[in-house]
């Protein structure tokens, strides 16, 4: 069976920033009949690169009707740890690059200039961005407005990535990530300033996908998974984050969602009235904020900074000491993005209770529950396309109910499960698949 | 696309939303209602399923850059919102399309018809919302249809932001308000011997404050009775704002119904369009009570009059009886224009509602602006300003001059005009009065 | 910057101009007959695409800045040749050259995003609107957008 269409355009981009070339290829029909896409076929497509390759890649779920089908996967080896990471980028920058007609992007090399790639219609560019290193993220963002006008979904680095801050973080917009094991190094390694999207495109659907989804949303609805939404509520269910939660009390706004997601995790919060109007961040990384106010009292400025700075607001949680004054705790955080401060291996990325290896492996996502069921879940979310946080959140959604969007036939269904099953364990090994297609990619 | 254009002959009259046909007594109370999308940008999360959905009606594919409808989020403020057709009353873009390709049907859907329709893009630069969305790929102008009666992004939308209303089956407030008008008609002219100008029955004394203003003046003295029992008025006037004059004032009942006969009005002249006169006139009417020595305005007062020459057992007074009518002819000016500008009695509640505690807000959340003005159409003293509604800003009402009659709030098809206690927000985006 | 001369040349390369037989079927389904009182061959699609095969100087000229930029006259053509992207062209060399006198900037972002006689004719039809309305008016679509979600949301 072939998942080739309508779930892929069937398109891989590729971008060498040594030799400033680009070029599209098709996706190879074996590769496709190996892996269901995502992770593990990030994972296969980077054993055809260099070591130091990007791959940032969609699931066949990703842009489609399928609740929550906002996943971005970044795949590549880690510099510091021997095996694969692969980093979940959410919102809306999954669903882009499909509908400007890439499912995959491989990025190889190293610019000498500060560049950015951008994917529109099928095209690839790169483009300088010179006078960007060292701003922070909302400026680099403005200056990428000028270069590229029009892109409506970007991944971007900040300074912490600049001066090669090993906690750097990749930042959706000017909202972070949960980019916690270097990606944002990685591509500062390739003097890569941002990747932009812009998805004018579209893709087919199935005709039965929209009463699906539907039906899909009625189930997660009567399980009373969509009962509490909110940044809240899947804080309150990290270890302290009871506490984190109350930090927040009065600070909340309205509710943001990814792409097609009906269990909104975000929230938007209003603090400082230093302009006419209230200012305010999108709350996205929750075991980062519960890091962050553990040490002070009011710990949303520290956040800001940490997205402006493209710091991963984790690591910064574990750096800070408790109670400085606001002043004292901003320049620690300059001095972190200086590298200054180091941090315990074993403290970051890590989360209470769960395998350190696991958590890396899986890019430092948000481990709402642990065990062996988290990663499987978290790993199949990577796989198919659909944003992990809501497939933990969405406690009684199975990978078969996901699966019914990749075919009608129920023992067609079966099958994918326990190919699925397959490919999870394979991620989840973390290692690099052998090359099988010689010079073919 | 056909070779040429096929040739109309179609004038932008034909386009244009038809008057209906002549109304019904029960269309008063009610409305023949169309369907229409209704956005609450508080539930809104802005996970674009709308976006997706609408696209493959347009575009057979999932394309969420081709669809009618646009969703919006302001980062800084948190702020998500659609932009969509909002089928405007009269649609400007209808105006502006050169090839008459948008026509507003019977069914209150604003159509592009695609046989016309060149993708020229300015009836995006004529609508205040910028609605109509061009395909960034095609270049193809997509607007939205209402999906002919059942939009697709409402049935999806998972947040219950989108949904669908005809407006309120039944105008009970404008059922009310004429009978309780109708009924303190009956009442106080009708039954009530004399005039209601002081007003006694046991224990309870009702003053009228214009009244007992010049009395003081012309009298030069506070009799402490009199003054209490004018109090009761301007308390009533303090908790729920003017609803003597919108509710109650038997004169206020006879300018409506003359209302009703001229609905053809032939302009208040500029000159005399000061809402401030009204006060002008009670200053003078107290003023000159002080040198005459008796209640001055109350000779010509038509509430006044209206009860003592028109009441059943009243005495007919000639001089008298040609007040009411003459005044009641100012409503072929401009609706209650006599209430607007020269009112004294209006004037005195008016400051009395400076201290109000309530007040009207139009504009809130689910308003539709410019492209309903329902509100400044019905509203009696014109305060609702139509051309900042057409702007897409929240007009600031001033309550010193509302009666609230509540004609607006009745009106309102989207519960977007609202009463609300004066420590309450008022709508985004509102105009610095 | 580049010459005046290459950007014609990349224009006409890009719209596919030379491939033009003057068969005036862009001209028949050309809204700006409707539009303007004084349409004629000067400011006509064909009139555009022959002035610039002839290598007149058409980006100081006012009468490219009529066009709506529609998709009929590319819909019409035989030949596949794009008025609209050539007449897009040049007034992109125009903006370039700081020959805007007829192009009209956002009132909020300062982009070009109309022409002048555009604008003309969209208030002209729209005269019964009062003066704030216009007014909202001279920003573009995105910007327009931008404005109504922060007064209404």
Known sequence: MSLYQPFFNGKVGVADLTTLSVYTLDLPREICGEHIGGATLNARLLSEYESDTLILGTGPLTGSFAPASSLLVGTFRSPRWDHLCHVPFMLRSGPEMKFSGLDF???????????????????????????????????????????????????????????????????????????????????????????????????????????????????????????????????????????AAGALRGKLGRNRACYHCPCPCMTYTAFGKTGPEKEGLLMLDHAGWTALSRKSEDALPLLKRCLELGLDPLAAGLVLREDRPMKEALNALEALVAGGASID????????????????????????????????????????????????????????????????????????????????????????????????? | MPETRPQSGLTLEDLRPREPEKKKFSDRFMPRRNNTILFDPAKCTGCGTCEMICSTRNVANVAPASASVKVLSDEKLGKNFAVLCQHCRRPLCLEACPTRAIEKGDDGIVRINDLFCVDCGLCTMACPEAAPLKDPGTGEIHKCDLCEGDPLCVKHCPEGALTTTRGNAFRWIKAARWSVQALSFLFLVILVVGTFCYFRAGTVELACPTGTLQNIASSGTLILVGASSALALLILTVLFGRVFCGWVCPFGFVLDLVDKITPKKLGWPNFLKSRMAKYGILGGAVGSSAV?????????????????????????????????????????????????????????????????????????????????????????????????????????????????????????????????????????????? | MKPRHDRIEEAKKLSGAPGCVECGRCVAACPMAEMYANFGIEMSPRGIIKKTLVGDDVVADRNIWYCTECNSGTDVCPQGVSCRDLIRKLREAAIEENVVENAKRCEACGRFFLAVPVEDFVFGRLKAEPANVLKALETCPSCRREIYLLRNA
């Open chain 2, 292 to 433: 005459l020595g008796y209640q001055a305005f109350c000779t010509v007062c038509p509430i006044g009059t209206l009860c003592r020459s028109y009441g059943v057992q009243s005495v007919m007074q000639s001089a008298e009886l040609a007040i009411v009518p003459a005044l009641a002819a100012t409503e072929i000016a401009e609706r209650r224009s006599w209430c607007r500008y020269l009112c004294p009695v209006g004037a005195t509640l008016g400051i009395a509602s400076l201290l109000r505690l309530l007040k009207i807000v139009i504009g809130a959340r689910k308003c539709k602006k410019f492209s309903c003005i329902q509100c400044a159409e019905v509203c009696p003293v014109g305060i609702i300003n139509a051309d900042e509604l057409r702007e897409g800003v929240s007009p600031k009402i001033p309550m010193t001059e509302c009666i609230m009659c509540l004609r607006c709030v009745d009106r309102c098809p989207y519960n977007a005009a609202k009463v609300r206690f004066r420590w309450q927000k008022s709508t985004p985006g509102e105009a610095n009065a």
């Open chain 1, 345 to 441: 291996e074993e403290d970051y990325p890590a989360a209470p209770g769960i395998d350190t290896r696991d958590y890396r492996l899986l890019g430092g996502i948000t481990p709402l529950s642990s065990g062996k069921d988290w990663t499987e879940r978290v790993a199949a979310a990577l796989i198919l396309g659909v944003c992990p946080v809501f497939m933990q959140i969405a406690g009684r959604l199975d990978r078969s109910d996901l699966l019914r969007f990749l075919s009608s036939d129920a023992e067609e269904v079966k099958s994918l499960v326990a190919r699925l099953d397959e490919q999870v364990e394979m991620l989840l090994e973390g290692k690099i698949p052998e090359s099988g297609l010689g010079n073919r990619v």
């Open chain 1, 105 to 243: 992007l491989v990025i190889r090399g190293s610019a000498k200039q500060p560049c950015a790639v951008s994917v529109g219609r099928g095209r690839l560019q790169i483009q300088p961005v010179p006078d960007t290193t060292g701003k922070p993220v909302p400026e680099v963002l403005q200056a990428l407005k000028r270069a590229a006008p029009g892109y409506r979904g970007s991944i971007v680095t900040g300074p912490a990535a600049d001066r090669n801050s090993p906690h750097a973080s990749a930042s959706v917009g000017s909202h972070g990530s949960f980019d916690r094991v270097g990606f944002a190094a990685r591509m500062a390694e390739k003097n890569l300033k941002a990747v932009l999207f812009n998805g004018i495109g579209g893709l087919p659907f199935r005709e039965d996908h929209p009463a699906l989804s539907k039906a899909t949303e009625k189930m997660l609805r009567d399980s009373g998974a969509m009962k509490a939404i909110g940044f809240v509520p899947v804080l309150k269910g990290l270890a302290d984050g009871a506490e």
